[in-house]
């Protein structure tokens, strides 16, 4: 039954990735609503950032909550009865490992009948249009349209192109073993400890 739930949960993932950049229940217009509109009223002061995301305040679990809600019920409207699954980081897994595996793996083989293997929409997703940054070019995160999302350790930053592409070429170099293991450590780390110091 779980390979069943995951096969339509990658499905309505596929389905609102695939719709185009303006309509509502697209992943591109519901990710936006995380960073945009990247510093709102203040995108002219450097040390000012907004979005509509609550970081770092009191309001950041009741966004959340909202905003996952909005999320399901965009993958709904492509996959009827489709949920999104509660990771629970507090369980051995993830305080042993780190993050569930299914975002780790670049592509995604359905376990139905068809054993029909795709790129997996959990690991990455790329831009339909583009993103434009109002403020300097110093913290740039303007991102053009088929930029590829990526996860820690490689760098998402596109401000300094040259720096980025240096870094993630000597991430690419390490393989994908140990990327994996540097988000994992930096993953458990956060999860047991209350420092992020060498031990």
């Not at 629970?88 to 793996?105: A, M, R, V």
């Not at 170099?173 to 994996?180: Q, R």
Request: glycine share 6%; proline share 8%; net charge negative.
């Amino acid at each position: 039954m779980f390979f069943f739930e995951l096969d339509n949960l990658v499905r309505a993932f596929v389905a609102i990735q695939q719709l185009p950049p303006n309509d509502p229940n697209s992943f591109f217009v519901i990710a936006g609503y995380h960073g945009e509109p990247f510093r709102g009223a203040g995108y002219a002061n450097p040390s000012w950032w907004g979005g509509y995301c609550n970081h770092g305040n009191v309001l950041f679990p009741t966004w959340h909550r909202a905003y996952i809600l909005r999320l399901e019920r965009a993958l709904q409207s492509q996959v009827p009865g489709v949920a999104i699954p509660y990771w629970d980081e507090t369980e051995e897994f993830s305080l042993k490992n780190g993050i569930p595996p299914i975002f780790l793996q670049k592509t995604y083989t359905f376990s139905d009948n068809t054993s029909r293997t795709i790129p997996n929409p959990l690991f990455s997703y790329k831009f339909q249009a583009r993103i434009t940054d109002r403020l300097d070019p110093d913290a740039n995160y303007t991102k053009p349209v088929g930029y590829e999302t990526v996860r820690y350790p490689f760098s998402g930053l596109v401000g300094d192109a040259e720096s980025t592409l240096i870094h993630n070429q000597q991430m690419l170099e390490k393989g994908e073993d140990v990327t994996n293991r540097i988000l994992n450590d930096n993953i458990v780390t956060w999860l047991n400890f209350s420092s992020f110091q060498k031990q």
